[in-house]
């Protein structure tokens, strides 16, 4: 049994040294990848030797390598050795972290790695906390939380008599909140229709005077989201006008930060949350900016007793906590759960106060010399203003006749290069390169080495442009 784990640990040390050198993104088509996999069960079982050297054979040409620091897509971030190898001990302790009874180094991990966390983000340490999947499912957690409580407050009970009958709830969100939200929102049964959107700026700030305006027509419950960091502008909301004047409604103020919460580390970029405090509720992710694997998401409410609402009914085998005890799953949506503190803890003690910062400022940094070289590429414009690690860049060539098709094939001849690995997305309309600086190792060099690759991958699609886009075989 041990050979297995001891020979795993030294693929491990091969794969990460090889890392640099793998082409980051999969340039097979499906088929070939589906056609490359034995995908027959055994009849009778194999070893464990065989079963993992199948699962290495098999899901190796798929593989994305986005733990290299010139890996730019979507917003996520590189796992770091440390975060893994606590990954791997949370998998080999194979602790239920439900309930204080039955794992108590889960529960009371959480317990400390909780209390960081709310340091390193600029909350109040007595808040709630739960560690859940992603920012979808703390988006969930908490705009579930923020439903009951109130509609408490209208005297209705919803875990009794659920939404049928209801007081009506007044739903505020951004024009340019993340899907997210909005799917929290569908889960929730409160329907996307009854979402009040609130206009945005050019960068995706939710505009003041538009929210004021329709907030004055909420009259019972109401929920107000917010964001710190728009996923492709890395732009925040004005929480210092918007959360007093929430609060004084009596509103619900949640905030979805699953990457710009971590500004709060930074003594340089805190200032961006300025207010953030105020709010009711906060979702973020670790596995985006903090760099542990996935999957690793944190639900936070300002009050403890009201976040443990959420789930009253309880199985009778956990019961309620005994003072002091912390049940993981009181918390949360799920019952049985990963010990995800266990990562957290090792990751953060990893780091310290200093690397968690660094990891912003590297973030911020490296995203600004991104938008300072991409300004010096003839016809390519910087769209947002780089205050955070996302950098969201147009080409514009004169000759080119559809510029969006211009900029989705030179993301695809970046991504198959190899070199580098970034994606595009929609803003205001056209089709944009997006880049997330969100891995902790990326350097100046590699900046300049993706900066290569992106000329290179413009200068060749600019040659095969008088080729009509229809005509062309997939490369
Ligand atoms: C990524 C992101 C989410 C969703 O996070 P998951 O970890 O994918 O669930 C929500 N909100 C924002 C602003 C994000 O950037």
């Not at 909780?114 to 808040?127: A, E, T, Y």
């Not at 407050?153 to 875990?159: G, I, M, R, S, T």
């Not at 769209?383 to 000759?399: A, T």
């Amino acid at each position: 049994m041990d050979d297995i784990f001891l020979n795993l640990a030294q693929k491990a040390g091969q794969y990460n040294r090889s890392l640099d050198q793998l082409p980051i993104g999969v340039t097979h088509p499906r088929q070939q990848l589906r056609d490359g996999i034995d995908d027959k069960l055994p009849e009778a079982g194999e070893d464990a030797e065989q079963a993992i050297r199948a699962l290495i054979n098999s899901a190796g040409p798929g593989l994305i390598h986005s733990r290299n620091p010139r890996y730019f897509g979507f917003v996520i971030g590189g796992a770091t050795d440390t975060a893994i190898a606590a990954d791997w001990l949370t998998s080999l302790w194979d602790q239920n972290a439900q309930a204080y009874n039955s794992s108590p180094a889960a529960s009371i991990i959480e317990e400390i790695v909780g209390g960081w966390l709310l340091d390193l983000l600029g909350l109040n340490r007595s808040c709630g906390i739960g560690f859940v999947t992603g920012a979808q499912m703390a988006n969930f957690t908490a705009l579930t939380v923020a439903r009951n409580a109130q509609l408490q407050k209208y005297d209705w009970n919803p875990e009794l008599h659920g939404l049928q009958g209801s007081p009506h709830i007044d739903i505020l969100c951004g024009e340019s909140c993340h899907a997210t939200i909005h799917s929290a929102i569908r889960l929730m049964g409160l329907g996307q229709k009854n979402i009040r959107t609130i206009a945005s700026d050019p960068q995706g700030r939710m505009k003041f005077s538009a929210f004021k305006k329709v907030l004055e027509l909420c009259q019972g419950p109401a929920i107000v989201c917010v964001q710190a960091g728009n996923v492709n502008s890395g732009a925040f909301d004005p929480f210092t006008e918007i959360i007093p004047l929430a609060r004084e409604k009596g509103a619900w103020i949640h905030v979805d930060g699953a990457f710009g919460l971590w500004a709060a580390a930074s003594p340089d970029r805190k200032h961006l949350l300025s207010g953030h405090r105020d709010a009711d509720s906060w979702a973020t992710d670790a596995h985006k900016w903090l760099n542990v694997p996935y999957d690793s998401g944190i639900v936070i409410v300002r009050d403890p007793q009201v976040h443990q609402s959420l789930k009253t009914a309880r199985c009778a085998y956990t019961g309620p906590a005994k003072s002091g005890q912390r049940n993981g799953s009181s918390w949360v949506p799920e019952n049985s759960r990963r010990a995800r503190g266990f990562v957290l803890y090792a990751a953060l003690r990893n780091l310290g106060k200093k690397g968690v910062a660094a990891i912003v400022d590297n973030g911020c940094a490296m995203a600004r010399a991104f938008a300072d070289e991409l300004k010096q590429i003839p016809h390519a414009s910087v769209l947002n203003e780089v205050s955070l690690n996302q950098v969201l860049c147009r080409l514009q060539p004169p000759s080119v006749a559809d510029t969006d098709a211009f900029n989705s094939a030179v993301a695809l001849r970046i991504q198959e290069a190899g070199d580098c690995w970034l994606g595009t997305t929609e803003w205001h309309g056209n089709i944009v390169l997006r880049i997330s600086v969100s891995n902790r190792a990326t350097t100046i060099q590699d900046v300049r080495q993706s900066i290569s690759s992106i000329k290179k991958a413009i200068e060749l699609e600019l040659a095969a442009a008088t080729i009509p886009i229809s005509k062309r075989g997939r490369r």
